[in-house]
């Protein structure tokens, strides 16, 4: 198996391809296919294959045979280990080499290479640690092309401060393309690429005085982040349709399988730190912290409703990643939400990457800390929450 395959194939475990019909499919040709178990049928000698795109291969087994399961990410077959057809299980990554039929609908098996399920949510949680613990987030403020030089103006306790990131030739950058929606679905840039205005993601170190960033990987893209009133909810399309807060336009919310639905709780700002109350409040608390004990503060600032407020420490970015996850059923006509998506191609249709209800303390924070007229609406041009996570 060329490297050049293999890298190709556990590259896309994670990657959604743009649905095609089956023949045209980029995850089979015509000695090969790659994509997720679905079902294994030992007696029967067979398996089925489901790729990104949707299309399903039935993959024949045979004497001959061979299994082998790679570490994610590896690419050196040095490294596979030998395994049997039984301890394939529905869920895993797959790469078979054989000659497809013509209408890529079967494929009896030479070889097959796996990637665990298991081994495959073991490095997901291990990436999603290493964002959380050395995670910046922020908008880009300026760029120095000169220098090569990234200024994101991020939240601390003490309020925005701007950050500085230089961007080597060891720096892995990628970005959003318009209408996608996964964290992996980030695309090999450059600096070139960068506007100012977009949120940026990186993870790497901070200097000691906390004044610039060197940085292992940067993500970034153009998003759009939108308030409104839910006016319907379609659970069967994934359709919902929002009255637009600043706009005062109607716009429609795709919510697809890869749209993460998450809801503040009912006593988001009752707890301590919310109105009346001490530092420390800001919904449920990070896993590992003890029910009913003190919740930690949000990373690079204290928690919402503490001092500082949403001008402050307020990292929204982080308290959505605690909050419980909801579904389309959740949401009723006539609540707030908080959606953020990347601009696409129609303004009046977006995609939800991150959609948020319950947002209405948070819009109020916002309004109190900005100003002007109690019936303005707030300005969540500040919100970066479009980027999420691995």
């Known amino acids: 198996m060329k490297k050049a395959f293999i890298v190709f194939a556990f590259a896309l475990f994670a990657l959604s391809a743009p649905a095609h019909a089956q023949t045209n499919d980029p995850a089979i040709t015509d ?14 000698g067979r398996m089925t294959v489901k790729t990104d795109a949707g299309s399903v291969v039935i993959v024949g087994v045979n004497d001959k045979t061979t299994y082998e399961r790679m570490p994610p990410g590896e690419t050196d077959r040095a490294k596979a280990v030998q ?3 039984t301890d394939i299980m529905a869920g895993d990554g797959v790469y078979v080499r054989g000659y497809v039929a013509a209408d890529r609908k079967s494929v009896p098996a030479q070889r097959v290479t796996v ?15 290493e964002w959380r613990q050395r995670g910046l987030s922020g908008i880009v403020e300026s760029l120095n092309p000169q220098t090569k030089e990234i200024t994101v103006k991020t939240r601390t306790a003490e ?10 030739d060891k720096v892995k950058m990628r970005r959003y ?5 996964k964290f992996s679905d980030a695309k090999k840039s450059s600096f070139d690429d960068l506007k100012v205005g977009d949120q940026l993601r990186a993870k790497g170190d901070k200097s000691a005085d906390g004044a610039r ?23 069967a399309t994934g359709e919902i349709k929002i009255s637009d807060m600043q706009s005062k336009q109607p716009l429609t919310v795709v919510v697809s399988k890869d749209s993460t639905i998450k809801r503040i709780p009912a006593d988001f700002m009752k707890g301590p730190g919310g109105p009346g109350g001490g530092p420390g409040a800001g919904g449920p608390p990070p896993q590992g912290a003890a029910a009913g004990g003190p919740r930690p503060a949000a990373a690079g600032g204290p928690a919402p409703g503490g001092p500082g407020g949403p001008g402050g420490g307020f990292d929204i970015q982080r308290v959505i990643e605690n909050l419980p996850v909801a579904t389309l059923a959740d949401l009723k006509p006539g609540e707030m939400i908080l959606i953020s998506s990347t601009a696409g191609a129609d303004p009046s249709r977006v995609t939800a990457i991150i959609l948020v209800a319950g947002v209405e303390p948070v819009f109020q924070m916002l309004q109190a800390s900005q100003g002007g007229p109690a019936n303005r609406p707030p300005n969540l041009g500040t919100i970066n929450i479009g980027i999420g996570g691995p």
Do not use: L, M, W
């Open 31 to 44: 000695t090969r296919v790659f994509g997720k178990v679905t079902e294994v049928n030992g007696p029967a």
């Open 83 to 85: 395994i049997a057809f």
């Open 159 to 168: 309020g925005p401060k701007p950050i500085v990131i230089p961007v080597t």
């Open 115 to 129: 990637v665990a399920q298991s081994d495959i949510a073991k490095k997901q949680e291990k990436e999603r640690g």
């Open 177 to 181: 393309a318009p209408d996608s929606v």
């Open 213 to 235: 960033f060197t940085a292992d990987e940067i993500v970034t893209g153009a998003f759009r982040t939108i308030g409104g009133s839910v006016t319907s909810v379609d659970a």
